[in-house]
């Protein structure tokens, strides 16, 4: 099978902007997860989404949103970026919610100049 | 979740066991210890996981104590490409699906 994929894998964005980054989850796949790195905090929690649903948030301001399509595929919107926002975010596919191991993607690395 | 502590960073000579230790003292009966590692840039590799019993696949094997307060994650055979953060975390999947990630153990693989 192939594994969870994101697009873009890099993106230079400046501040103010707004960013989109896609994820595709392994096939059969129902679950996703969202994550942001950065040195400082290390990873943290966004979101988890099934069937097209928000069920889990972590603790970040409301200009990170995100959803999931009914094929599974998710997207997350970053509005009005800040320079804090420049990270690597990780998607993560598991077969159900809250049940299943969950199985990480490259990671779109957003630059916030 | 409950709360892990691992040792920041740690040496293994190629060919060598590794042996990744984790203190996870306040877990709960529910919880479960997931391994994952994540090499420079890359999105975090899954290794294992288990609720009580030791466990072995592949890539490596999970010893948990009886009392479920710390685990051990061994790499039998260590190289050079198993140079990675390591991460151990307590997740009861039952309830959500977030992982909370501490800050791992650097583990240097050298020849």
């Known amino acids: 099978k192939a594994g969870v994929t994101q697009t873009p894998r890099y993106l230079i964005k400046t501040r103010g902007q707004q960013v989109t980054l896609s994820c595709s989850p392994i096939?059969?796949?129902?679950?996703v997860s969202w994550y942001q790195q950065t040195p400082g905090q290390g990873l943290q929690f966004l979101f988890e989404?099934?069937?097209?649903?928000?069920?889990n948030k972590g603790n970040f301001p409301g200009r990170f949103s995100g959803r999931q399509f009914s094929n599974s595929r998710s997207e997350m919107n970053v509005s009005t970026l800040e320079l804090g926002d420049s990270a690597l975010y990780l998607c993560?596919?598991?077969?159900?919610?809250?049940?299943?191991?969950?199985?990480f993607g490259p990671g779109t690395r957003l630059t916030v100049l | 979740d409950a709360k892990t502590t691992q040792p920041t960073s740690m040496d293994c000579a190629e060919g060598r066991a590794a042996n990744l230790p984790c203190n996870h003292s306040?877990?709960?009966?529910?919880?479960?210890v997931y391994w994952y590692r994540q090499i420079h840039s890359q999105g975090p590799q899954y290794i294992i996981h288990?609720?009580?019993n030791n466990e072995t696949n592949e890539m490596a094997s999970l010893i948990i104590t009886e009392d479920r307060k710390s685990s051990t994650l061994i790499l039998p055979h260590a190289t050079l490409r198993d140079t990675a953060v390591y991460y151990c975390?307590?997740?009861?999947?039952?309830?959500?699906?977030?992982?909370?990630f501490g800050t791992g153990t650097r583990l240097q693989v050298t020849l």
């Open positions: 993560a596919s598991s077969a159900g919610p809250a049940t299943d191991t969950q199985y």
């Open positions: 096939s059969g796949h129902r679950s």
């Open positions: 989404y099934f069937s097209e649903t928000q069920r």
């Open positions: 306040t877990i709960s009966g529910n919880e479960y």
């Open positions: 288990g609720l009580k």
């Open positions: 975390i307590v997740s009861n999947t039952g309830t959500a699906s977030k992982l909370t």
